[in-house]
């Protein structure tokens, strides 16, 4: 992990961070497989994802963590509130990734004497929160077909109104199938479906195109965005 300055030429994505944490966080450009924080540690900070992609595991009782959400460009994660607490997950670079870590103290701070981070604050919360609920209900209802279609978007950091195609550097069948607690085969054979249909790039690396968000829409809403 090494520190770079917050106001320096870290690569921006779309959903850009909010500009007042550039005076008080600290840049982070984090190798694929650092460790950012662990679970059980002082929850003493909140981290902006810049670029790249972090996974969020718990300890299992029997072999390796289980991962239970991944975050993408443009999220605030780490600590819930601003009361005493410690991390109930371990967050993990699964690509290289750039964050900007702020102090509680700090964030907190700036709640309450900038009306426009308060807004935006707000809504990155709010935006957290319901990614939360999200990824529960993509897990308890959803075939592996739109779990993987929605990891794979938010990795990307696409959405519908997206243009461009996002390249995914250092993913591989294993690592996905790792994430969704799935058999490497059956993800091969749809990321093939998704490439067929043009909603993935041809060759490695992966590519990922907005068009994917077609594979979480009901079949007759998914028609009518499919391109003529």
């Not at 479906?193 to 979480?216: C, I, K």
């Amino acid at each position: 992990m090494s520190d770079v300055s917050s106001g320096g030429s870290l690569k921006r994505s779309r959903n850009a961070r909010p500009a007042a944490i550039d005076k008080v966080g600290t840049a982070l450009v984090l190798p694929a497989d650092e460790v950012l924080y662990r679970q059980g540690e002082t929850a003493d900070s909140l981290y902006f994802l810049d670029s790249g992609a972090v996974t969020i595991g718990v300890g299992a009782a029997v072999g390796e963590q289980a991962i239970i959400a991944v975050h993408g460009p443009g999220t605030f994660f780490g600590a819930w509130s601003f009361a005493n607490e410690v991390y109930n997950s371990t967050a993990t670079a699964l690509l290289p990734s750039a964050v900007v870590r702020v102090s509680k103290s700090a964030v907190q701070s700036l709640v309450r004497t900038d009306p426009t981070f308060a807004r935006q604050f707000a809504m990155h919360m709010m935006r957290r929160g319901a990614r939360l609920e999200e990824d529960q209900i993509d897990r308890a209802t959803n075939p592996l077909k739109k779990r993987l279609a929605r990891t794979l978007l938010i990795l990307a950091g696409l959405d519908a109104q997206s243009d461009d195609g996002r390249v995914l550097e250092r993913m591989t069948d294993a690592t996905l199938a790792r994430m969704l607690a799935a058999d490497p085969r059956c993800i091969r054979e749809l990321l093939q479906e998704f490439r067929q249909a043009g909603q993935l790039g041809p060759d490695d690396p992966l590519t990922v195109y907005s068009s994917l968000v077609n594979v979480l829409l009901p079949a007759h809403l998914a028609e009518a965005h499919a391109p003529a």
